[in-house]
């Protein structure tokens, strides 16, 4: 059985999963342009500049469009088939990767919130309907 | 600037057979088919093997030939490659670099590695986001929820190609598939079947380019024109696009008509790069043959076969012929202007090629006509 594939922390998006075992969705906020995003790169994708900070999410966000697995790609996940991806965009702009959790039926720009969940230790940013 | 010639290997399970090698065969059959000796070539476009990065792999190419190419190299756009090859290709020899240039490709995911499709999950692997496929089902599930686009719309797309497929001797899948066979296919990644998704295929491919002149007089028997091509590329990661639905194919389509001064309407047969059904519904939108989100009516009731309205993927794509990513499509095309498919388009005298890579990623379009 392959292990649980736990992200990554680099120096660039530590800052990210800080937050979120802290219960806080942190994303990035161009200091020159306003401009926000996810995820964490070392400069703003719209003015290029390299001054930027951590802001945290309100949780609010919409189910941009999803997808289920009936098959797994990886052993961590064939318990778990058929599940969820989800591509959520959060209220201030940013979008990312997530699940969607609980029974609601989904729907193209259903409004969802922020439901921090745990799995081996790590904090991960899944929703549920809003 | 024409296509003088096309060249395969057969398709399918190749073992033991590495990719210079089926380049190789590819190019010679290329050159057979132009009718020209190979000393002439002096431009040598190779689309680097998906199946495994190497570096300077152009050139790897060029010594098994014992050619010295004035202009060559890799390049990599994924399965967009060989049309942006092909345009490549054209400007060089406009502008001098070369003046006969071969365009190839080999892949040998089926018998050879296939860990470069394996796409690393990130960050994102935590939350089970693994592979290609999902990407493509992502864009699928925003196309129907805004779109209203069915199941047995994209089905079409899969049942036309593997109607055409099972004509073509050269196809690896020659099996016809029904609309109620396709809504029985295993989902996938939902809301994509098994049926939506393109073989896995060991293959080579080349095209031989040059100008009109050249091709008067080194004897071409049957040089097919280059009207027109273009390119257009969006983000890497599909939720970073700010629109799903409209891909890159909509800019491209735009270059490559205006380059020809022709339109849709002028279009009498399309080689729609068809990786997963959906990109093919969505390329038919973005190059116009109908709305933005009418893609699922405009491919009902066998419209795009043989006998309708636009015949798409006359020797059954990438869902049929061979998975190979992209040079089938091209060749195909340069049968249906020299009037030679095994599914002919009767009189047909344009036919617009797409090639995609990636997630709907990259693309390049070339219309040939006669």
Known sequence: MEAFPAPERTGLNSAYWDGLAEGRLMFQRCLACGHAWLPARAECPECLRAEWGWEEASGQGRLVSWVVYHVAFHDWFKARVPYNVATVELAEGPRLLSNIVGDAALRIDMPVVLAIEREEGVALARFRAG | MVIAGIGHTAFGRLPGRDTVSMNVEACRKAL???????????????????SRFESMYGQKVAEAMRLQPRV?????????????????????????????????????????????????????????????HAGYAMIAQRHMGEFGTQAEQLGAIAVAARTHGANNPHAALRLPLTIDKYMESPWIVEP?????????????????????????ELKVAAPVPILGFGQGHTSWDVPQRPVMTTTAAKVSAQTAYRMAGIGPADI???????????????????????????GGKFVEGGNIQLGGRLPINTSGG???????????????GVRQMRGTSHNQVKGAKKCIVSNQGGVMTTHSTLILGV
């Not at chain 2, 057979?32 to 998906?50: H, M, Q, R, S, W």
């Not at chain 2, 018998?111 to 994102?124: L, N, Q, S």
């Not at chain 2, 729609?272 to 939108?285: G, K, P, R, S, V």
């Open chain 2, 72 to 132: 060559g190299g890799v390049w990599d756009q994924g399965g967009a490659t060989n049309c942006s090859t092909i345009g490549f290709a054209c400007m060089s020899i406009a502008a001098g670099l070369c003046d006969v240039a071969i365009v190839a490709l080999a892949d040998n995911p089926k018998t050879g590695t296939r860990a470069a499709y394996e796409r690393a999950g990130g960050d994102d692997a935590a939350y089970g986001w693994f592979g290609v």
């Open chain 2, 32 to 50: 057979e088919d132009a009718g020209i000796e190979k000393g002439v070539v002096d431009g040598l476009f190779v689309k680097v093997p998906t």
């Open chain 2, 318 to 332: 990438l869902l049929s012929e061979t998975g190979m990513p992209g040079l089938q499509m091209v060749m195909e």
């Open chain 2, 268 to 294: 009498d047969v399309a080689q729609i790069y068809d990786c997963y059904t959906i990109a093919a519904l969505m390329t038919l939108e973005d190059y116009g043959f109908c709305k933005k989100g009418d």
């Open chain 2, 192 to 216: 994509l079947r098994r049926d939506d998704i393109c073989l896995v295929s060991d293959g080579a491919a080349a095209v031989v380019i040059m100008s009109e002149a050249r091709a008067r």
